[in-house]
């Protein structure tokens, strides 16, 4: 429950800094988009996972980049791209391909002066808690 408790009070902590620009921008570009991709690797990549099937059930035609059916992206389309650093090669790539596609792109990211800025995308900014900023309060063992 302790843990619960935690989560529930770090989102309390973030969601009203994501009331920015970047939240605007993305919410226009979804309802705009003739089609939704999602990129993104790791932990981001399988948030967007979740995020893209329930896209799909809400009638929405949603692909996540990579995968055996994902279309061509092209232009009315929109692609979210996710990273916590921002500079995560793959997605970061499939930024710049979507966009000289003529796509829509938005990224989602923890760092605001991530180098999606150079995508010429909106940016949507969510801050992580101190603690989970930090590699050195990461315990070695996990890295050992």
Do not use: K
């Not at 994902?70 to 996710?82: E, F, K, M, N, Q």
């Not at 391909?97 to 605001?112: C, E, L, Q, Y």
Request: charged letters at 15%; a positive charge; proline letters at 6%.
């Amino acid at each position: 429950m302790r843990a619960a408790a935690t989560i529930l009070r770090e989102l309390a902590a973030v969601l009203p800094q994501a009331a920015n620009d970047g939240a605007v921008a993305l919410e226009q570009a979804m309802v705009r988009a003739n089609r939704i991709f999602t990129s993104g690797a790791g932990r981001s990549g399988l948030m967007l996972t979740a995020f893209t099937n329930r896209l799909m059930h809400l009638g929405l035609s949603a692909h996540r980049v990579g995968d055996v059916t994902s279309p061509a992206i092209r232009v009315g389309d929109l692609l979210i791209v996710a990273s916590r650093s921002g500079s995560t090669a793959g997605p970061l790539a499939n930024a710049h391909i979507a966009a000289a596609s003529g796509a829509a792109v938005v990224a989602v990211t923890a760092d605001p002066l991530s180098p999606w800025r150079s995508a010429q995308a909106p940016l949507l900014s969510l801050p992580l808690p101190h603690q989970y900023n930090r590699w050195d309060r990461c315990s070695s063992r996990h890295f050992s």
